[in-house]
C-alpha cells in the first residue's frame, strides 16, 4: 500500500501545477493508457491543463479512452520541439506505469533538461526512481489500483468514464482476472468501478472482440510460427517485418498475442520474439510462475514482473532465441529440482 503522506504530497504537487504533462512508457499498455486518460481527465476536473503525451503510438483498441487524438513523441512532435515548448510548457510531469529511464525512449531528453517537478505513479519493481515525489506500490496488480486510491484519497471525483478507463487498466494488467496478482484488492476496486458506472461486458467486447482483419491475420502468422521446447513446457513464437508486410498490421497489433499459446496446458513458459525495423528482436516473456521471467529479461537489459517481461537483444532471430532459451532452460531445471 501507499502511505497517506506520499499520496498527500502528490496532491500538494498537483494544486501547486497548472499546466501538467502526462506520459507513460513506450509502446502502452491498457494500464498506461486508462491511467493518462483518467489522470487528464481528474486534471481537467480541477481547472489544471493536462497535456496527454505518448512515447509511440496508442493501440487501436485503446483508443476509445481518449476524445482527442494524443500527440505522439518522434511521430507528431520530435523531441526537440518538446523541449522547445512547442507542446506547452509544465509545471509538471506525471509519469504513470512507469519508472525506468529505459523505457521513456526520448522522452528522457525532455526530463533531463526541463527542470520542473516529476510525480511517479508507478507498480514495477524496476524503479529509477524519476520522481520528486514517488507514489509507488509494487504489490498492486496494476498502476490503476494506485490512481483510484489517489483520487479517493484527494477526493476529486471519478466519472463514469473514467471509471471504465480505470476498469481497462486493472482488468487488462490482471490479464482480465486470470493472472495470480488477481487479489481482493483488484475485485474490490473493481466492484467500486462497476458502481460508479464501469461496464464489463461493453468494455470486455471493446477490447477482444474488436481485431482489425490485418491484426488478426498477423495472429495467424504468428500461431503458425509455434514451436515447443523442453517437454512441452517452454513455447516460442514470432513475428517477423515481413509478416508485417504481408498481413498490413502495424507493431502494435503484437500486444496481448503472446498469451494465445497459454492455452496448451504443458506451456509454463511462453517467448513471443518480434523482429524490429532496425534488425533488433523484442522478446516478451510470460510465465505461470515456475520460471521468474524478469530476472531472463534482467539478463538482457529488459525487465518486467516476475509473470510477465520484455527485453530486446541483438539479432537475427535464432541468435535471440538460442539465448533466451538457454535461460529458460536453466530455470527450468532449477525449478523442477526444488
Ligand atoms: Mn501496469
Same mark, same amino acid.
Given at each position: 500500500?501507499?502511505?497517506?503522506?506520499?499520496?498527500?504530497?502528490?496532491?500538494?504537487?498537483?494544486?501547486?501545477?497548472?499546466?501538467?504533462?502526462?506520459?507513460?512508457?513506450?509502446? +502502452?499498455?491498457?494500464?498506461?493508457? @486508462?491511467?493518462?486518460?483518467?489522470?487528464?481527465?481528474?486534471?481537467?476536473?480541477?481547472?489544471?491543463?493536462?497535456? *496527454?503525451?505518448? $512515447?509511440?503510438?496508442? +493501440?487501436?483498441? /485503446?483508443?476509445? $479512452?481518449?476524445?482527442?487524438?494524443?500527440?505522439?513523441?518522434?511521430?507528431?512532435?520530435?523531441?526537440? #520541439?518538446?523541449?522547445? &515548448?512547442?507542446? !506547452?510548457?509544465?509545471?509538471?510531469?506525471?509519469?504513470?506505469?512507469?519508472?525506468?529511464?529505459?523505457?521513456?525512449?526520448?522522452?528522457?531528453? /525532455?526530463?533531463?533538461?526541463?527542470?520542473?517537478?516529476?510525480?511517479?505513479?508507478?507498480?514495477?519493481?524496476?524503479?529509477?526512481?524519476?520522481?520528486?515525489?514517488?507514489?509507488?506500490? *509494487? !504489490? %498492486?496488480?496494476?498502476?490503476?489500483?494506485?490512481?483510484?486510491?489517489?483520487?479517493?484519497?484527494?477526493?476529486? *471525483?471519478?466519472?463514469?468514464?473514467?471509471?471504465?478507463?480505470?476498469?481497462?487498466?486493472?482488468?487488462?494488467?490482471?490479464?482480465?482476472?486470470?493472472?495470480?496478482?488477481?487479489?481482493? =484488492?483488484? /475485485?474490490?476496486?473493481?466492484?467500486?468501478?462497476?458502481?460508479?458506472?464501469?461496464?464489463?461486458?461493453?468494455?470486455?467486447?471493446?477490447? /477482444?472482440?474488436?481485431?482489425?482483419?490485418?491484426?488478426?491475420?498477423?495472429?495467424?502468422?504468428?500461431?503458425?510460427? $509455434?514451436?515447443?521446447?523442453?517437454? @512441452?513446457?517452454?513455447?516460442?513464437?514470432?513475428?517477423? #517485418?515481413?509478416?508485417?508486410?504481408?498481413?498490413?498490421?502495424?507493431?502494435?497489433?503484437?500486444?496481448?498475442?503472446?498469451?494465445?499459446?497459454? =492455452?496448451? @496446458?504443458?506451456?509454463?513458459?511462453?517467448?513471443?520474439?518480434?523482429?524490429?525495423?532496425?534488425?533488433?528482436?523484442?522478446?516478451?516473456?510470460?510465465?505461470? !510462475?515456475?520460471?521468474?521471467?524478469?530476472?531472463?529479461?534482467?539478463?538482457? &537489459? @529488459? &525487465? &518486467?514482473?516476475?509473470?510477465?517481461?520484455?527485453?530486446?537483444?541483438?539479432? +537475427?532471430?535464432?541468435?535471440?532465441? #538460442?539465448?533466451?532459451?538457454?535461460?529458460? %532452460?536453466?530455470?527450468?531445471?532449477?525449478?523442477?529440482?526444488?
Amino acid at each position: 500500500m501507499v502511505a497517506k503522506d506520499r499520496f498527500q504530497e502528490a496532491v500538494d504537487l498537483i494544486n501547486s501545477s497548472g499546466s501538467v504533462l502526462v506520459t507513460t512508457h513506450a509502446k +502502452p499498455d491498457g494500464d498506461a493508457c @486508462g491511467c493518462v486518460a483518467v489522470l487528464c481527465d481528474a486534471l481537467r476536473a480541477l481547472g489544471k491543463t493536462p497535456q *496527454p503525451l505518448m $512515447l509511440s503510438p496508442i +493501440p487501436q483498441w /485503446y483508443q476509445f $479512452l481518449f476524445d482527442e487524438k494524443v500527440p505522439v513523441l518522434g511521430e507528431d512532435i520530435a523531441a526537440e #520541439q518538446l523541449k522547445e &515548448g512547442s507542446l !506547452g510548457e509544465f509545471d509538471l510531469t506525471i509519469l504513470v506505469d512507469v519508472d525506468s529511464a529505459t523505457q521513456l525512449a526520448k522522452f528522457n531528453e /525532455y526530463l533531463e533538461q526541463s527542470g520542473k517537478p516529476v510525480l511517479v505513479i508507478d507498480h514495477h519493481v524496476t524503479a529509477d526512481g524519476l520522481g520528486d515525489v514517488q507514489v509507488k506500490d *509494487p !504489490g %498492486a496488480a496494476g498502476t490503476g489500483l494506485i490512481v483510484l486510491e489517489l483520487l479517493k484519497y484527494a477526493g476529486w *471525483p471519478i466519472t463514469e468514464k473514467m471509471a471504465e478507463a480505470l476498469f481497462v487498466a486493472v482488468a487488462t494488467d490482471t490479464g482480465w482476472f486470470q493472472f495470480d496478482n488477481t487479489d481482493h =484488492r483488484v /475485485y474490490e476496486s473493481c466492484a467500486e468501478l462497476v458502481d460508479i458506472g464501469a461496464k464489463p461486458p461493453d468494455i470486455h467486447s471493446k477490447l /477482444y472482440q474488436n481485431f482489425s482483419h490485418e491484426r488478426f491475420k498477423l495472429m495467424v502468422t504468428m500461431l503458425n510460427s $509455434l514451436e515447443l521446447h523442453l517437454e @512441452g513446457r517452454y513455447a516460442t513464437q514470432h513475428i517477423l #517485418q515481413r509478416d508485417f508486410q504481408l498481413s498490413g498490421a502495424k507493431f502494435e497489433d503484437t500486444e496481448n498475442l503472446i498469451d494465445e499459446c497459454r =492455452r496448451i @496446458g504443458t506451456v509454463k513458459v511462453s517467448c513471443l520474439f518480434v523482429e524490429l525495423k532496425d534488425g533488433r528482436v523484442k522478446c516478451s516473456l510470460r510465465s505461470r !510462475g515456475a520460471v521468474d521471467v524478469s530476472a531472463v529479461a534482467q539478463k538482457f &537489459g @529488459g &525487465g &518486467g514482473h516476475k509473470m510477465a517481461a520484455g527485453a530486446q537483444l541483438t539479432g +537475427p532471430l535464432e541468435n535471440a532465441k #538460442q539465448l533466451v532459451f538457454e535461460q529458460i %532452460a536453466a530455470q527450468l531445471s532449477e525449478s523442477s529440482r526444488t
